[in-house]
């Protein structure tokens, strides 16, 4: 683990980590019209692209939102992920559980208030190691929101809403 976050530091610092496709369990088609947008519940754009190209490994090893790149994708579930590295890839296939967004990666805070809110990939707090995002816009930020509540009491109410909403 610290080889990869040390990567993403000295990558992170040099080049910001722009850009989002190689595939490891199935490439995706880009030229087929099937949209992934509904699978499972995520929040996914047609393309099927999760947390907006945002690397969920970087959340976890830097603290950061970083986007990966093309050339690091992972399809999991039907669910395609892009990464920093070739070794954040593989310590997300060792456990992807852990590193896919909470939620199907829509608000934590509006599935807490069952809804479900769209989310800025850059607006995150890692909560009893699971990665919650947040809605960010100019007349709302989420994560604000959740930090004044009662976190135990929110992520219980975010979990029982997410069962009856997910598939």
Same mark, same amino acid.
């Given at each position: 683990?610290?080889?990869?976050?040390?990567?993403?530091?000295?990558?992170?610092?040099?080049? !910001?980590?722009?850009?989002?496709?190689?595939? &490891? +369990?199935?490439?995706?088609?880009?030229? *087929? $019209?099937?949209?992934?947008?509904?699978?499972?519940?995520?929040?996914?754009?047609?393309?099927?692209?999760?947390?907006?190209?945002?690397?969920?490994?970087?959340?976890?090893?830097?603290?950061?939102?970083?986007?990966?790149?093309?050339?690091?994708?992972?399809?999991?579930? !039907?669910?395609?992920?892009?990464?920093?590295? &070739? +070794?954040?890839?593989?310590?997300?296939? *060792? $456990?992807?559980?852990?590193?896919?967004?909470?939620?199907?990666?829509?608000?934590?805070?509006?599935?807490?208030?069952?809804?479900?809110?769209?989310?800025?990939?850059?607006?995150?707090?890692?909560?009893?190691?699971?990665?919650?995002?947040?809605?960010?816009?100019?007349?709302?930020?989420?994560?604000?929101?959740?930090?004044?509540?009662?976190?135990?009491?929110?992520?219980?109410?975010?979990?029982?809403?997410?069962?009856?909403?997910?598939?």
């Amino acid at each position: 683990m610290n080889r990869i976050v040390t990567i993403i530091v000295i990558l992170g610092g040099i080049i !910001g980590l722009a850009g989002v496709t190689a595939v &490891a +369990d199935r490439p995706m088609d880009n030229s *087929s $019209n099937e949209s992934r947008a509904y699978l499972h519940s995520y929040n996914l754009p047609s393309s099927g692209l999760a947390i907006e190209g945002y690397c969920p490994v970087a959340y976890f090893a830097v603290g950061k939102a970083i986007r990966g790149k093309s050339e690091y994708a992972v399809t999991h579930n !039907g669910v395609t992920y892009y990464f920093v590295s &070739a +070794d954040a890839m593989k310590v997300f296939r *060792s $456990n992807p559980e852990k590193y896919i967004p909470a939620y199907g990666g829509w608000c934590a805070f509006g599935m807490s208030v069952k809804d479900k809110f769209p989310v800025d990939p850059t607006n995150f707090k890692i909560v009893d190691g699971r990665l919650m995002l947040f809605l960010k816009n100019k007349n709302v930020d989420a994560l604000l929101l959740w930090n004044k509540g009662n976190e135990k009491d929110l992520v219980t109410k975010a979990d029982v809403h997410w069962k009856k909403v997910s598939n």
